[in-house]
T-cell receptor, first 114, second 112 residues
Framework: GNSVTQMEGPVTLSEEAFLTINCTYT??????LFWYVQYPGEGLQLLLKATKADDKGSNKGFEATYRKETTSFHLEKGSVQVSDSAVYFCALSDLIQGAQKLVFGQGTRLTINP | DVKVTQSSRYLVKRTGEKVFLECVQDMDHENMFWYRQDPGLGLRLIYF???????EKGDIPEGYSVSREKKERFSLILESASTNQTSMYLC???????????FGSGTRLTVV
């Protein structure tokens, strides 16, 4: 079946550090891949997406590249800020039971210290 | 922008109560979803609906049911609440024309 595995958190970094959150997936079809972010007390917001192999999604300084050969979609940011503290979810969208559905990883809590 | 509104941010209910969680969208999206979010488990799909009066079980439907009488409203029902249903519940909609999902702010339910 379809599944998503993220690196375990929590992750704690200092401001301006380089960030990588690993994400790998298993899928039977050709899924689209997403990163969602959840700030404290809020719902999920789409951060970036990629719909086919070698696509790069980017937003707010974050990037992730759809790597079909390694079934990965790692999230990176060159210089994190305190305001990036949140929970990050990797997800895939695939046709399951005749409908497009999102399958999520377990989430990675990120804390950025000033 | 699509808005997805969940009726309550926080709820406290007693074991055995029947609980209704409401979700309303302000666009004409056909697909609607209910997830629960638990630490270390991510989001797990409970039920989804791709049209009025249509519903499909997700990965963890036991103890839940849903209702979709109008396109804009998708209700999650806990027939007899139990303490293991204490969780954050998130509603989402999907635009069929692209891959955009929009989430509500969530309802944190505590069953005592």
């Amino acid at each position: 079946g379809n599944s998503v595995t993220q690196m375990e958190g929590p992750v704690t970094l200092s401001e301006e550090a380089f960030l990588t959150i690993n994400c790998t997936y298993t899928a039977t079809g050709y899924p689209s891949l997403f990163w969602y972010v959840q700030y404290p007390g809020e719902g999920l917001q789409l951060l970036l997406k990629a719909t086919k192999a070698d696509d790069k999604g980017s937003n707010k300084g974050f990037e992730a590249t759809y790597r079909k050969e390694t079934t990965s979609f790692h999230l990176e940011k060159g210089s994190v800020q305190v305001s990036d503290s949140a929970v990050y979810f990797c997800a895939l969208s695939d046709l399951i039971q005749g409908a497009q559905k999102l399958v999520f990883g377990q989430g990675t809590r990120l804390t950025i210290n000033p | 922008d699509v808005k997805v509104t969940q009726s309550s941010r926080y709820l406290v209910k007693r074991t055995g109560e029947k609980v209704f969680l409401e979700c309303v969208q302000d666009m004409d999206h056909e697909n609607m979803f209910w997830y629960r979010q638990d630490p270390g488990l991510g989001l797990r799909l409970i039920y989804f609906s791709y049209d009025v009066k249509m519903k499909e079980k997700g990965d963890i439907p036991e103890g839940y049911s849903v209702s979709r009488e109008k396109k804009e409203r998708f209700s999650l029902i806990l027939e007899s609440a139990s303490t293991n249903q204490t969780s954050m519940y998130l509603c989402a909609t999907r635009d069929g024309a692209n891959y955009g999902y929009t989430f509500g702010s969530g309802t944190r339910l505590t069953v005592v």
